[in-house]
């Protein structure tokens, strides 16, 4: 270590403790209410949080840690929320994503051929599950021990990854179409997160799922209204549930790829709905 180096840091050693890592108040006394993890190769973590950091930290005031890190997902991380948040699909690709059509800016800008001197190294790129199995147990423990999950949108393809997940969300995938106008309807108008709240037109990826739950526990569904269907499935899917899970409670909503679908008012209002049922706010 340099002298000039060595002897600021022996200085700095006498200094308190308290006066060298002021924090503001918050990320010491007051650590926040939710976990999001968001984000995935076609899912930009800015997008989302974006929208949620209007919807439920900026219009609603709950405190939100986020991050796009999946190996969050254990037990120490978790047990400091209340409520997990989840918006991301079930795939990594270690090795690189092999093009960038994925990429937006890149798409957007007429997709220029890709050149690199010197060439690239050879790399087979392939996608892998992230969710290992004590990453699912994880989050299951956490909503049976009394912790809350709001699941959005493209989490049904972690399912087929992890039971516990599956078992927790109520669903797994059976694809989607591409992004396209469809119709959300309120199925259950009697429960604290629909109450007082109407159907509404989004366009977005209309999600199809195979719901795993009791039918009682369902309250939006979407409807293509132009009769569009997806491969064998019609017209319409489950778009939104809710469940109590062990001492927890878990929510999903379907839409969600957009931020013009996120921020549609009314369902705007279902999502903080979702987040004080979560919380036992209402
Ligand atoms: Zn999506």
């Given at each position: 270590?340099?002298?000039?180096?060595?002897?600021?840091?022996?200085?700095?050693?006498?200094?308190?403790?308290?006066?060298?890592?002021?924090?503001?108040r918050?990320?010491?006394?007051?650590?926040?209410t939710?976990?999001?993890?968001?984000?995935?190769?076609?899912?930009?973590?800015?997008?989302?949080?974006?929208?949620?950091?209007?919807?439920?930290?900026?219009?609603?005031?709950?405190?939100?840690?986020?991050?796009?890190?999946?190996?969050?997902?254990?037990?120490?991380?978790?047990?400091?929320?209340?409520?997990?948040?989840?918006?991301?699909?079930?795939?990594?690709?270690?090795?690189?994503?092999?093009?960038?059509?994925?990429?937006?800016g890149?798409?957007?800008?007429?997709?220029?051929?890709?050149?690199?001197?010197?060439?690239?190294?050879?790399?087979?790129?392939?996608s892998?599950?992230?969710?290992?199995?004590?990453?699912g147990?994880?989050?299951?423990?956490?909503?049976?021990?009394?912790?809350?999950?709001?699941?959005?949108?493209?989490v049904?393809?972690?399912?087929?990854?992890?039971?516990?997940?599956?078992?927790?969300?109520?669903?797994?995938?059976?694809?989607?179409?591409?992004?396209?106008?469809?119709?959300?309807?309120v199925?259950n108008?009697?429960?604290?997160?629909?109450?007082?709240?109407?159907?509404?037109?989004?366009?977005?990826?209309?999600h199809?799922?195979?719901?795993?739950?009791?039918?009682?526990?369902?309250?939006?569904?979407?409807?293509?209204?132009?009769?569009?269907?997806?491969?064998?499935w019609?017209?319409?899917?489950?778009?939104?549930?809710?469940?109590?899970?062990?001492?927890?409670?878990?929510?999903y909503?379907?839409?969600?790829?957009?931020?013009?679908?996120?921020?549609?008012?009314?369902?705007?209002?279902?999502?903080?709905?979702?987040?004080?049922?979560?919380?036992?706010?209402?």
């Open positions: 270590m340099p002298d000039l180096t060595r002897r600021a840091f022996l200085a700095s050693a006498s200094v308190p403790a308290s006066a060298m890592f002021a924090l503001p918050r990320q010491t006394a007051e650590p926040a939710a976990f999001a993890l968001l984000g995935d190769r076609y899912h930009n973590s800015d997008h989302y949080r974006t929208a949620f950091g209007k919807t439920f930290v900026r219009d609603m005031g709950l405190s939100i840690d986020f991050s796009d890190d999946v190996t969050r997902l254990n037990d120490a991380h978790l047990g400091r929320y209340r409520l997990l948040i989840i918006l991301r699909d079930g795939m990594v690709w270690p090795d690189g994503h092999g093009d960038p059509s994925s990429n937006a890149w798409w957007a800008q007429g997709q220029p051929a890709i050149v690199s001197e010197p060439p690239l190294p050879v790399i087979e790129p392939r892998v599950g992230f969710m290992t199995p004590a990453m147990r994880a989050v299951r423990r956490f909503v049976e021990r009394g912790g809350a999950a709001l699941l959005y949108h493209n049904t393809y972690i399912a087929p990854y992890n039971d516990d997940f599956r078992d927790v969300l109520g669903a797994v995938t059976r694809g989607h179409p591409p992004t396209r106008t469809f119709t959300v309807r199925v108008r009697d429960h604290p997160i629909t109450r007082g709240v109407s159907d509404f037109v989004v366009t977005d990826e209309q199809y799922v195979e719901y795993q739950k009791d039918p009682e526990h369902l309250l939006l569904e979407s409807v293509n209204e132009d009769g569009l269907t997806h491969g064998d019609g017209t319409r899917s489950a778009a939104g549930w809710a469940h109590p899970y062990g001492e927890g409670r878990v929510c909503l379907a839409p969600g790829h957009l931020i013009t679908a996120l921020w549609n008012p009314e369902y705007e209002t279902i999502q903080r709905n979702a987040a004080r049922w979560l919380l036992r706010q209402t």
